[in-house]
């Protein structure tokens, strides 16, 4: 049953709160029991350590993954659990509203300039570390977005210097700038990471579309209204990818989880992803692949990227 093998896990050295990754959110084991509600998983790592208060990229933590599938059979007794398990850790939500704004919003801070200091030697991954326990204290956009600067500096830095993991980077970089803008709209560099990474990570529509709903919150900024138009010259299409379709989940699955690779490459993603013929649509990103991008069009994309 679920309780042994749970700790087979555990007694084998295994990791309870790993973020797989192949998982699209970075996501823990108790982030997927809870989003399919299977009770007596969810019930089986938190006996066994596992840490209820963790977040994914989007910021959701089990709790939340468990309310947004309340249809699923036994929901309810597992809200109540996780609920149990956070009031014994932490205590009332006023006491953990109260505690952020004291002590643990003073740390936040502190941490914070920690991270700043390793950012202006240009040592991303330890800015990057700082920053993410900045935001383990208290919850700040500033902080979000230094963090999604750490992550793109760090890819722009591995492709230059002919190192791999970028991919992944850009990925945690319009991420984290999601995050950043979640809790302050107007924060126009968050628009503007987050645009960055989709530009690095070869998702040109939702770098477009970020750029739109930025300058939707921030109609002044002049970098995000000129950065739109130089994608909208090129051809970039307004429509983007439904990530939540099984269409999309099924072509990244064989991609990033089986390893497979197309006999055609699209140019827009630069992903070998379609069979021969292709689509009128690149399966991963929604481009047309009877449109041609110049070498001068790739060009401008990695400046945009490197450069903003």
Known sequence: DAENIVKAFKNAGANLDIRASGMMRSETPLHIAACYGHYAVIKALIDAGAKVDMSDDLGRTTLSRVEENMTKQNSQQSVN???EVLQKEKGSPSNRINAATTAQARRGEELRKNGNQYFGR??????ADMYTKSLACYK????????AAAFLNDAIDRITNGK???RQLFKQTYMEASNAVELE????????RMARGYLGFRELPRAK????????HCPDSKHLAEMWALL?????PD???DHESEEWKEIFERIYVEQWIGEVNCQWCGLSCMEDPPPQLCPFCICPTNVKLSDEDQDLICLLTAEG
């Open 140 to 147: 700040d956009h500033r902080t979000h977005g230094n963090r």
């Open 209 to 216: 579309k970020a750029l739109l709903d930025g300058s939707t």
């Open 239 to 241: 429509h983007v990818a």
């Open 122 to 127: 240009k040592e991303w991954e330890k800015a």
């Open 164 to 166: 791999p993991g970028y």
């Open 81 to 83: 659990l996780i609920r």
């Open 185 to 192: 709209k107007t924060y126009e560099k968050g628009w503007f």
């Open 232 to 236: 909208d010259v090129i051809g970039v």
